[in-house]
C-alpha cells in the first residue's frame, strides 16, 4: 500500500493478506427475499386460524348468520383485519398494503380454481357411468335412441367430426394467425395499426356472427353444402383473432437486442424473425394456439349452423353433414331423457379431456431443448474452495516500511 504525502513523499506501508480460521463457526446463510421464515409463516398462518375462530363465534354464537356463504364472508373478513393488525405490528404502512394486497390475490386465486375444480368434479360425477362402456368411445349413435342404455351407441362420431374440424381450423388459423402477428410487430407502419385494430375489434366477435358468416358467403353464396369444412371455416374465424393477438403480445416481449444482435451480424429482416424471433418466442406462440384451440373447440352455434348434426360416422370433411363433440351435447340434452342428459356429461368430460391432453402436448412441443452432457466424460471431482486458495497457507507481508523523496 502506497501513501502520499502532502510533501510529496510516498510512503510504502505493509500489506496484510487474509486469513481463514477454520476454528470459527460457519457462515449463517442469508435468507431469500422472496422466501418467508418461520416466524412469517406462523403469524399469516395464525392471523387465519384466529380468524377462523372468531368467525364460527360471531356467525354460529352472537349472530343469526347460518349459512356457509356467511361463514365464508365472515372469515375473509376478519382474516383481513387480523392480517393489517399484525402486519402493522412488526413493520409499517408499505408491509400492511403488500399483506393486505396479497391475502385478496390468493384468495381471489383460491375462488378461480374452487370453480373450475367444482365444474370439472361436478360434470365427471354426472357422466361417470358412459365412461366405464368401451362402446362409448368406438361406437356412434346409428339405431340407438335416448332411452337405450349405456352399453349401446357412443361418440365415436363426435370425437372424430371435433378433431377433424378442429385440425382443419389450425391448419388455418396457425399460418395467418402468427403471420400476421410477426407484420404487426416487426413489419409495422400505418396498415399494420389497421390491421391490430381489426384485430382487436374481431377477439370481441359473437360466435353466432362466425357461423352467420360462413353460412351466408360459403354456403348460400357459393353453395357449398353444410360439411365440416364449413364448419372448420367457422371455427377458423373464431380463433384467428385470439391466435393473432396473442402471439403479438408474446413477440413484443421479445428483447430487441437479440434483433439488433442478429441484423448487426449480417442476417436479413426475414432470416432474424425465421432464426431469432419465432424460437425465442416460441413457448408464448404455444399458449396462444392453445388459446385459439380452447375458444373453438367448444362453439356450437357456428357449428349448428355451418355443419349440421348427423348420428352416424363421417370421415370426409366434403362429405354433408359432420357431428362433433359440442354439437353431440347441446342435441343430447335437448331430449330431456335421463340417460340422454348423461350421455352429455360423458360427452363434456371427454371434450375436456381432449382440451388437456392438446394442452399437455403443445407445452411439451414449445418446451426448450436442454443440452445433453457429453457420454463418457468423467465427472470433475469436487473442490474445496477454501482450502484450495492460495492465500490460506501464506501468511502476512511486512515488507520493511520506507520513505522515498521525489527527485
Known amino acids: 500500500m502506497t501513501l502520499t504525502t502532502p510533501a510529496g513523499a510516498r510512503v510504502v506501508g505493509t500489506t496484510h493478506l487474509p486469513r481463514y480460521d477454520e476454528d470459527a463457526a460457519p457462515a449463517v446463510p442469508r435468507g431469500s427475499l422472496g422466501r418467508m421464515t418461520v416466524d412469517d409463516k406462523f403469524v399469516r398462518i395464525g392471523s387465519w386460524v384466529s380468524a377462523f375462530g372468531m368467525a364460527w363465534l360471531v356467525t354460529q354464537?352472537?349472530?343469526?348468520?347460518?349459512?356457509?356463504?356467511?361463514?365464508?364472508?365472515?372469515?375473509?373478513?376478519?382474516?383481513?383485519?387480523?392480517?393489517?393488525?399484525?402486519?402493522?405490528?412488526?413493520?409499517?404502512l408499505v408491509d400492511v398494503r403488500d399483506r393486505l394486497a396479497g391475502a385478496i390475490l390468493t384468495a381471489g386465486a383460491v375462488v378461480v380454481g374452487a370453480a373450475l375444480v367444482s365444474a370439472m368434479v361436478f360434470v365427471v360425477m354426472r357422466g361417470w357411468r358412459p365412461l366405464l362402456h368401451l362402446n362409448f368411445y368406438l361406437d356412434d349413435m346409428s339405431g340407438v335412441g335416448p332411452k337405450d342404455p349405456f352399453d349401446?351407441?357412443?361418440?365415436?362420431?363426435?370425437?372424430?367430426?371435433?378433431?377433424?374440424?378442429?385440425?382443419?381450423?389450425?391448419?388455418?388459423?396457425?399460418?395467418?394467425?402468427?403471420?400476421?402477428?410477426?407484420?404487426?410487430?416487426?413489419?409495422?407502419?400505418?396498415?399494420?395499426?389497421?390491421?391490430?385494430?381489426?384485430?382487436?375489434?374481431?377477439?370481441?366477435?359473437?360466435?353466432?356472427?362466425?357461423?352467420?358468416?360462413?353460412?351466408?358467403?360459403?354456403?348460400?353464396?357459393?353453395?357449398?353444402?353444410?360439411?365440416?369444412?364449413?364448419?372448420?371455416?367457422?371455427?377458423?374465424?373464431?380463433?384467428?383473432?385470439?391466435?393473432?393477438?396473442?402471439?403479438?403480445?408474446?413477440?413484443?416481449?421479445?428483447?430487441?437486442?437479440?434483433?439488433?444482435?442478429?441484423?448487426a451480424l449480417g442476417a436479413s429482416r426475414w432470416k432474424t424473425v425465421w432464426t431469432v424471433v419465432l424460437p425465442t418466442a416460441r413457448?408464448?406462440?404455444?399458449?396462444?394456439?392453445?388459446?385459439?384451440?380452447?375458444?373453438g373447440i367448444g362453439e356450437t352455434s357456428p357449428v349448428l349452423l355451418t355443419s349440421g348434426a348427423a348420428p352416424f360416422l363421417v370421415t370426409s370433411p366434403t362429405d354433408g353433414v359432420m357431428n362433433s363433440l359440442p354439437l353431440f351435447i347441446y342435441t343430447t340434452v335437448?331430449?330431456?331423457?335421463?340417460?340422454?342428459?348423461?350421455?352429455?356429461?360423458?360427452?363434456?368430460?371427454?371434450?375436456?379431456?381432449?382440451?388437456?391432453?392438446?394442452?399437455?402436448?403443445?407445452?411439451?412441443?414449445?418446451?426448450?431443448?436442454?443440452?445433453k452432457s457429453r457420454r463418457g466424460r468423467r465427472s470433475r471431482p469436487a473442490v474445496d474452495l477454501v482450502m484450495a486458495d492460495p492465500l490460506v497457507e501464506m501468511g502476512p507481508v511486512q515488507p520493511a516500511a520506507r520513505t522515498e523523496e521525489n527527485p
Not at 66 to 92: D, E, R, S
Not at 248 to 256: I, Q, S, T, Y
Open 61 to 92: 354464537q352472537l349472530l343469526p348468520l347460518p349459512g356457509l356463504a356467511w361463514f365464508v364472508i365472515t372469515w375473509f373478513g376478519f382474516g383481513l383485519f387480523v392480517t393489517a393488525v399484525t402486519a402493522a405490528m412488526t413493520g409499517g
Open 152 to 263: 349401446r351407441g357412443g361418440i365415436a362420431h363426435a370425437i372424430v367430426g371435433s378433431l377433424m374440424q378442429l385440425g382443419i381450423a389450425i391448419a388455418i388459423t396457425l399460418p395467418l394467425g402468427i403471420g400476421t402477428a410477426v407484420f404487426m410487430t416487426e413489419v409495422g407502419g400505418r396498415f399494420a395499426r389497421i390491421v391490430r385494430t381489426v384485430v382487436e375489434a374481431m377477439t370481441a366477435l359473437p360466435s353466432i356472427v362466425a357461423g352467420l358468416f360462413i353460412y351466408t358467403t360459403f354456403i348460400v353464396a357459393l353453395g357449398f353444402p353444410r360439411s365440416g369444412l364449413a364448419a372448420s371455416l367457422a371455427i377458423a374465424v373464431m380463433m384467428l383473432p385470439i391466435i393473432a393477438r396473442a402471439a403479438d403480445v408474446v413477440l413484443r416481449v421479445v428483447p430487441d437486442g437479440l434483433r439488433e444482435a442478429s441484423l
Open 283 to 295: 413457448p408464448g406462440l404455444a399458449t396462444a394456439c392453445i388459446l385459439g384451440v380452447a375458444r
Open 334 to 371: 335437448r331430449s330431456g331423457e335421463p340417460n340422454a342428459i348423461t350421455r352429455a356429461f360423458a360427452a363434456a368430460t371427454v371434450l375436456m379431456a381432449i382440451v388437456l391432453i392438446l394442452f399437455i402436448t403443445a407445452r411439451l412441443v414449445a418446451r426448450p431443448r436442454r443440452t
